[in-house]
């Protein structure tokens, strides 16, 4: 089982920058897969990008050249550092995680999500 909290949320102008965190408890973090997702209003929750325990990414096409997500085992944390932010980013961000051998199928454990407002 695994506890998670977001934090870094907020509101910035287009072109902007945040970084968020995404402290873990309860569980071995290092064995996990983290990811972050975000959900738009009237919009299906989709994933921005994803991080192995070995450092391996994955992006979505439509943020690959301006987030990096990383994570650092020994404070159990995992950030998303987000550059040259768009109107089309705001969205509530999620923290996930689950087991490797779980990717396709869940159990997926999250966090309460932190907003992320982009406007001028």
């Known amino acids: 089982q695994v506890q998670l909290v977001e934090s870094g949320g907020g509101l910035v102008q287009p072109g902007g920058s945040l970084r968020l965190s995404c402290a873990a408890s309860?569980?071995?973090?290092?064995?996990?897969?983290m990811g972050w997702y975000r959900q738009a209003p009237g919009k299906q929750r989709e994933l921005v990008a994803d991080i192995t325990s070995r450092g391996t990414t994955n992006y979505a096409d439509s943020v690959k050249d301006r987030f990096t997500i990383s994570r650092d085992n020994a404070k159990n944390t995992v950030y998303l550092q987000m550059n040259s932010l768009k109107p089309e980013d705001t969205a509530v961000y999620y923290c996930n995680a689950v087991r490797p051998s779980f990717y396709y199928s869940g159990p997926y454990y999250w966090g309460q999500g932190t907003q992320v407002t982009v406007s001028s």
């Open positions: 309860g569980t071995i973090f290092s064995i996990y897969v």
